[in-house]
């Protein structure tokens, strides 16, 4: 077998204090898996996805199971004025 001695842990290697991610589609069956994984490895987790309703929700629920952060901010990825707004909108909060 291979030494690992020297070799960060995996968890060392994933670990993402510090760093702020955004999830697109974030709501929906793959994106809230990695929402939570993620703020499990120590990440800032924005949220984007459509409806603002199940953003918010997915965001506190987050937070009340993993202690970390994460928040949701609505948007429509297919108009170009929403992500837009989007964005400003994020970086005043991020
Ligand atoms: N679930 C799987 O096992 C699987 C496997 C392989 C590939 N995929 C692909 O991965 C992607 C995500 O899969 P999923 O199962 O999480 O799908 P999903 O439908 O559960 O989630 C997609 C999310 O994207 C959001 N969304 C759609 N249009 C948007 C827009 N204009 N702006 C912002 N958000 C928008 C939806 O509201 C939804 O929450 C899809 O492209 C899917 O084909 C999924």
Do not use: H, N
């Not at 991610?21 to 990695?34: H, Q």
């Not at 603002?52 to 948007?75: N, Q, Y």
């Amino acid at each position: 077998m291979r030494d690992l001695k020297g070799l960060p842990k995996v968890y060392e290697r994933f670990f993402l204090a510090g760093k702020t991610v955004v999830v697109t589609g974030g709501t929906g069956i793959l994106g809230r898996l990695y929402c939570k994984r993620l703020v499990e490895a120590g990440a800032q987790v924005v949220i984007a996805d459509l409806d603002e309703d199940k953003c918010a929700r997915l965001a506190e629920e987050i937070i009340e199971e993993t202690g970390g952060w994460a928040i949701g901010i609505p948007v429509d990825l297919s108009i170009e004025d929403s992500v837009i707004g989007w964005s400003k909108k994020g970086s005043g909060q991020m």
